[in-house]
Protein backbone atom coordinates (compact mmCIF):
# COMPACT_ATOMS: atom_id res chain seq x y z
CA UNK A 1 0.00 0.00 0.00
CA UNK A 2 1.26 3.36 -0.81
CA UNK A 3 1.66 6.00 1.82
CA UNK A 4 3.17 9.56 2.07
CA UNK A 5 6.45 10.65 2.66
CA UNK A 6 6.62 11.61 6.18
CA UNK A 7 7.16 15.42 6.88
CA UNK A 8 10.90 16.17 8.05
CA UNK A 9 11.01 18.52 11.29
CA UNK A 10 12.32 21.38 10.83
CA UNK A 11 14.44 23.34 13.52
CA UNK A 12 14.19 26.63 12.21
CA UNK A 13 11.48 29.51 12.59
CA UNK A 14 10.79 32.74 10.97
CA UNK A 15 9.33 35.33 13.26
CA UNK A 16 7.54 38.72 12.29
CA UNK A 17 7.51 41.86 14.73
CA UNK A 18 5.16 45.18 14.66
CA UNK A 19 6.57 47.82 17.42
CA UNK A 20 8.39 50.93 17.33
CA UNK A 21 10.19 52.44 14.43
CA UNK A 22 12.55 53.56 16.95
CA UNK A 23 13.82 50.39 18.57
CA UNK A 24 14.33 47.83 15.36
CA UNK A 25 17.94 48.02 15.65
CA UNK A 26 17.98 46.86 18.94
CA UNK A 27 15.47 44.44 18.62
CA UNK A 28 17.66 43.20 15.45
CA UNK A 29 20.82 43.11 17.42
CA UNK A 30 19.32 41.28 20.45
CA UNK A 31 18.29 38.71 18.09
CA UNK A 32 20.97 38.46 16.38
CA UNK A 33 22.47 37.76 19.30
CA UNK A 34 20.12 35.06 19.80
CA UNK A 35 21.10 33.52 16.39
CA UNK A 36 18.74 34.91 14.85
CA UNK A 37 18.99 36.04 10.96
CA UNK A 38 17.24 39.18 9.10
CA UNK A 39 15.58 38.48 6.32
CA UNK A 40 18.21 40.08 4.05
CA UNK A 41 20.87 37.61 5.21
CA UNK A 42 19.13 34.66 3.42
CA UNK A 43 20.16 33.95 -0.11
CA UNK A 44 17.79 33.15 -3.02
CA UNK A 45 16.42 29.74 -2.74
CA UNK A 46 18.02 28.65 -6.26
CA UNK A 47 21.31 29.13 -4.61
CA UNK A 48 20.69 27.01 -1.69
CA UNK A 49 20.32 24.31 -3.64
CA UNK A 50 23.34 24.42 -6.03
CA UNK A 51 23.29 20.79 -6.81
CA UNK A 52 20.44 21.14 -8.75
CA UNK A 53 20.31 21.83 -12.37
CA UNK A 54 18.24 24.53 -14.08
CA UNK A 55 16.69 21.30 -15.86
CA UNK A 56 16.30 19.52 -12.30
CA UNK A 57 14.37 22.43 -10.47
CA UNK A 58 10.53 21.02 -12.29
CA UNK A 59 11.16 17.51 -10.90
CA UNK A 60 12.66 18.81 -7.58
CA UNK A 61 9.69 21.25 -6.81
CA UNK A 62 7.12 18.76 -7.80
CA UNK A 63 8.14 16.38 -5.94
CA UNK A 64 9.03 18.80 -2.95
CA UNK A 65 5.28 20.16 -3.61
CA UNK A 66 3.72 16.61 -3.23
CA UNK A 67 5.35 16.00 -0.06
CA UNK A 68 4.53 18.70 1.47
CA UNK A 69 0.90 18.04 0.76
CA UNK A 70 1.48 14.63 1.95
CA UNK A 71 0.11 12.81 -1.26
CA UNK A 72 1.22 9.76 -2.96
CA UNK A 73 1.67 9.64 -6.92
CA UNK A 74 -1.35 8.45 -6.77
CA UNK A 75 -3.42 10.89 -5.28
CA UNK A 76 -2.04 13.39 -6.61
CA UNK A 77 -2.67 12.15 -10.32
CA UNK A 78 -6.65 11.56 -9.13
CA UNK A 79 -6.60 15.27 -8.07
CA UNK A 80 -4.96 16.87 -10.93
CA UNK A 81 -6.07 14.33 -13.73
CA UNK A 82 -2.95 13.19 -15.15
CA UNK A 83 -1.78 9.42 -14.75
CA UNK A 84 0.19 8.40 -12.14
CA UNK A 85 2.89 6.87 -14.86
CA UNK A 86 3.20 10.80 -15.57
CA UNK A 87 3.68 12.22 -12.42
CA UNK A 88 6.53 9.80 -11.26
CA UNK A 89 8.46 10.49 -15.06
CA UNK A 90 7.89 14.04 -14.32
CA UNK A 91 9.60 13.71 -10.79
CA UNK A 92 13.11 12.03 -12.19
CA UNK A 93 12.57 14.34 -14.63
CA UNK A 94 12.38 12.07 -17.76
CA UNK A 95 9.14 14.16 -18.76
CA UNK A 96 8.93 17.84 -19.26
CA UNK A 97 5.91 19.02 -17.23
CA UNK A 98 4.44 21.74 -20.12
CA UNK A 99 2.15 24.76 -18.81
CA UNK A 100 -1.25 22.12 -18.95
CA UNK A 101 -0.04 19.71 -17.00
CA UNK A 102 1.57 22.58 -14.41
CA UNK A 103 -1.64 24.39 -14.55
CA UNK A 104 -3.60 21.52 -13.07
CA UNK A 105 -0.60 20.20 -11.17
CA UNK A 106 -0.42 23.80 -9.25
CA UNK A 107 -4.31 23.96 -8.62
CA UNK A 108 -4.09 20.29 -7.01
CA UNK A 109 -1.37 21.02 -5.20
CA UNK A 110 -2.40 24.56 -3.94
CA UNK A 111 0.94 26.10 -5.45
CA UNK A 112 1.91 28.60 -7.85
CA UNK A 113 1.68 26.80 -11.04
CA UNK A 114 4.82 28.46 -12.64
CA UNK A 115 6.81 26.91 -10.29
CA UNK A 116 7.02 23.24 -12.75
CA UNK A 117 7.90 25.30 -15.82
Request: aromatic share 6%; hydrophobic share 40%.
Amino acid sequence: MLEPTKKRPTDTVELCFRGPAARQDEAARLLKNLGFETANDSIPWREAFSEYTEEEFPAVCLRAARRREGLTQKELADLAEVPQAHISLMERGKMAIGVTRAKRLGKALNTEYKMFL
